[in-house]
């Protein structure tokens, strides 16, 4: 099958999208979004990898996150990057780019002026090092230009919701302004940052089975990537403060539904689901309008109310509507059309050997049939009550939450292990990039955990603690009195 660079996603690029305008009638509506699930998947032979990296950029003086406009901003870094020659506008509203795209992928905006590379779709983990180590050198040089530096945590450890921007400068998320308030969901989406991996299901035959096997398995992906112990410049008491947040959104957006998990659910039943949830937003003429939250199915063959003012042909839900609904929910594990699998349990790891290892984890552990069926056997007996304790209770406890008579640490481990027989067989030469995660699971902490230790070495100074922490060039107040070191952070390999 092709896999198109990530960028072009239904979620990112819906208005650029190709799908078909013909108006949805609910006969026969499951099925027609089983065949959208199932999309232009051929046999699996042809595997990609992507991956996305949200990060938090801020003024490196004074620890504020940058807004869209102004010397220190999301277009400063823009206009930057343009001038280097290998980045062009891929997104322009109203006079204003909000993306930009090169050979390695593209640059979009999160709701809180996070900025996020995601990468395009690439054969081995080892191309995608090389796209992520170009974006890393571009952005660390904007970076040192401009006076920025990013805070490499999963979650705002110092910041409140109402001191992070809202980019209202790409209506979508104008559009989503009013959900976002309605299901108090802004904290939760504009202050977090997170790496998500993308793979192509292992078969069309196993892709179900692939989605529910990665349900399962993010609880312990979020522990293993646990990076944001701290709110409000405190420690939360959490190993991933994101997680928290996300969990604490009340909305069917965010959940899927336990009957997932019983023998003889299936797609199907995974397409009626994506039809009951309801919609946030809709598409037309490349602005994002907010509509009622209703369920898709139910807004199916009437005109919509908020559609009033276009021609009547375009008030009703369509093809394309359908598509960006399926990819517009928000559990923590996605089944998208074209059967992609979408994985976005990690926080924003401090390293970007961190963010290889995200995408080598989910490689080694989908793309080899051997490692893939060990890892449903790994899984099989977690009862209903394990598996509930292992979701909720990662957030807090991360690697030293139960599962029966385990520890997430310890089956950590075990996974670790079964992904690097898998990536033996796909690809040999990326099992290093799980070495800085195999040795931080073996000791029993994170880069939470780590964090923290940083923060308790500078009495609960969270200013020392986040410069000393930053991704580009980490300060110590020695150091920030001083000349920065040209040589501190030059280059970038993920491996060890």
Not at 54 to 61: A, R, T, Y
Not at 273 to 291: G, K
């Amino acid at each position: 099958m092709t896999f198109t660079y990530l960028y072009l996603e239904f979620t990112k690029m819906s208005s650029q999208q190709s799908g078909s305008k013909e108006i949805l009638t609910q006969d026969g509506i499951v099925d027609i979004a089983v065949s959208m699930l199932n999309g232009k998947y051929a046999d699996g032979k042809e595997k990609k990898i992507g991956i996305e990296v949200e990060m938090p950029f801020v003024n490196k003086k004074d620890l504020q996150p940058i807004g869209f406009s102004g010397p220190k901003s999301i277009s400063a870094i823009f206009n930057f990057l343009s001038k280097k020659g290998n980045w062009h506008a891929l997104e322009v509203e109203n006079n204003k780019v909000t993306a930009l795209e090169n050979e390695t992928g593209n640059i979009t905006l999160e709701p809180g002026g996070q900025i996020e590379f995601s990468s395009a779709a690439r054969k081995t983990l080892g191309e995608l090092e090389q796209d992520i180590g170009k974006y890393f050198t571009d952005a660390k040089a904007a970076s040192e230009k401009i006076g920025l530096d990013v805070l490499p945590y999963g979650f705002h450890p110092h910041l409140s919701i109402d001191d992070c921007p809202y980019v209202s400068e790409r209506s979508r998320f104008k559009a989503l302004k009013p959900v976002f308030e309605a299901e108090g969901g802004y904290s939760a989406w504009g202050q977090s940052c997170s790496v998500q991996v993308t793979l192509d299901s292992p078969s069309k035959d196993d892709a179900f089975d692939a989605f529910k096997l990665g349900l399962l398995i993010q609880p312990v992906a979020a522990a293993i990537f646990a990076n944001s112990p701290f709110s409000m410049g405190k420690d939360s008491d959490h190993a991933s403060w994101r997680r928290h947040k996300l969990q604490e959104l009340d909305s069917p957006l965010y959940k899927v539904p336990d009957a997932l998990f019983e023998p003889g659910y299936g797609l199907k039943d995974w397409a009626a689901h994506t039809l009951s949830v309801p919609m946030s937003f809709i598409v037309r003429n490349d602005a994002y309008i907010a509509v009622a939250p209703n369920s898709f199915y139910e807004m199916i063959g009437k005109p919509l109310p908020e559609l009033a003012h276009l021609p009547a042909e375009e008030q009703y839900l369509t093809k394309k509507d359908l598509l960006d609904h399926m990819t517009g929910i928000k559990p923590e594990m996605l089944l998208k059309p074209n059967l992609l699998l979408e994985f976005r349990a990690a926080d924003l790891g401090p390293t970007p050997a961190h963010w290889m290892a995200v995408g080598a984890f989910w490689t080694g552990l989908f793309y080899d049939k051997d490692a893939f069926k060990a890892a449903q056997e790994y899984v099989a007996e977690w009862t209903k009550d394990e598996r509930i304790g292992l979701r909720d209770g990662v957030a807090k406890d991360g690697l030293a939450t139960k599962v029966g008579n385990k520890t997430v640490q310890q089956i950590a481990l075990d996974l670790i292990e079964i992904s690097k027989q898998g990536l033996a067989k796909v690809e040999p030469e990326a099992i290093q990039y799980l070495k800085v995660i195999e040795t931080q699971v073996a000791q029993g902490i994170t880069s939470a955990a780590k964090a923290v230790q940083v923060f308790e070495k500078n009495d609960g100074d969270m200013k020392a603690t986040l410069k000393e922490t930053f991704l580009f060039n980490p300060q110590t107040e020695k150091q920030e009195k001083s000349s920065p070191s040209k040589k501190d952070g030059q280059g970038f390999h993920a491996g060890p």
